[in-house]
T-cell receptor
Framework: GDSVTQMEGPVTLSEEAFLTINCTYT??????LFWYVQYPGEGLQLLLK?????DKGSNKGFEATYRKETTSFHLEKGSVQVSDSAVYFC???????????FGAGTRLFVKA | DTAVSQTPKYLVTQMGNDKSIKCEQN?????MYWYKQDSKKFLKIMFS???????INETVPNRFSPKSPDKAHLNLHINSLELGDSAVYFC???????????FGSGTQLSVL
């Protein structure tokens, strides 16, 4: 079945370091791809999305590019802040589908 | 106003009891969902409803019974609670397929 695989955490970085969180997805159909972020004690909220190959989603300094040839949607940020500490989820949703499938989540800790 | 609200936020109960979690969205969305998040943060879809009709039931035990009295509400009733039901349950909604999900803040269920 459809799945999303993302790198295991936790990832611990110092403030202003470069962040990459890897994500790959199963290539069935033409999925839309998402990154969600979950802060402690809260629900998930959308960080960015891309709906077709070569699209780049971006928000709050985070970016991810929909790579069909490598079935990847890696999340990057050039300079992380302590406030970016959270759990990040990669997700896919099939065209016309009612099911969004999430990766296992990657916890990010950013130290001052 | 909270877009997706669910109650209660915390639920502590004994094995064998029956409990309900309520969810309401004021976004005018057609589609609502229940997700279960385990202690390792893994997020798995349970149910998806579109216009009050059940679309997805992800092999959830029939002790779990969702009910959608109208498009704005999706409640979850759980019979004969088991230890393994302990988790955080998230309600979510979306305008249409291929659109982002809006999550509630979660209900932490602890079965003792």
């Amino acid at each position: 079945g459809d799945s999303v695989t993302q790198m295991e955490g936790p990832v611990t970085l110092s403030e202003e370091a470069f962040l990459t969180i890897n994500c790959t997805y199963t290539a069935t159909g033409y999925p839309s791809l998402f990154w969600y972020v979950q802060y402690p004690g809260e629900g998930l909220q959308l960080l960015l999305k891309a709906t077709k190959a070569d699209d780049k989603g971006s928000n709050k300094g985070f970016e991810a590019t929909y790579r069909k040839e490598t079935t990847s949607f890696h999340l990057e940020k050039g300079s992380v802040q302590v406030s970016d500490s959270a759990v990040y989820f990669c997700a896919r949703q099939n065209t016309g589908g009612f099911k969004t499938i999430f990766g296992a989540g990657t916890r990010l800790f950013v130290k001052a | 106003d909270t877009a997706v609200s669910q109650t209660p936020k915390y639920l502590v109960t004994q094995m064998g009891n029956d409990k309900s979690i309520k969810c309401e969205q004021n976004l005018g969305h057609d589609t609502m969902y229940w997700y279960k998040q385990d202690s390792k943060k893994f997020l798995k879809i349970m149910f998806s409803y579109n216009n009050k009709e059940l679309i997805i039931n992800e092999t959830v035990p029939n002790r779990f019974s969702p009910k959608s009295p109208d498009k704005a509400h999706l409640n979850l009733h759980i019979n004969s609670l088991e230890l393994g039901d302990s988790a955080v349950y998230f309600c979510a909604s979306s305008q249409a397929t291929n659109e982002k999900l809006f999550f509630g803040s979660g209900t932490q269920l602890s079965v003792l």
